[in-house]
């Protein structure tokens, strides 16, 4: 495979439901409300591919654990603050070559489903 690119593998996290407390008003400094979260993000899969063996592989299990260790029943004021805070838990594996993070906060706004925000990065 002289001059093939190499797999880029797509890996989707979706709709991790976590509990914390987010926002600025009393209630919402209070209560805590649900977030949910999306990540996708990519790597080479190369040698997970070749070698078909758990240690080649991006560890998505480790990640998410991760995660839910920082978000779970955890203050945050902001959405914005708190979706670069999973992005960043993302970014520190090395083997991510871009990532992006959605955060939903459902029923934030009257009338509407939900409120998200989507921060993305990548690696030169």
Known sequence: MANA???????????????????????????QQDVVINVCLTYDASEAIERNEISSALNYRTITKQIIAHVDGQRFALLERLTHEVLTIVMEHRAVRWAEVEIDKPHALRYAESVSVTLEAQRD
């Open 5 to 31: 690119q190499k797999p880029l593998a797509r890996v989707q996290i979706k709709n991790l439901l976590l509990r914390a407390y987010i926002g600025i008003k009393e209630e919402e400094i209070n209560n």
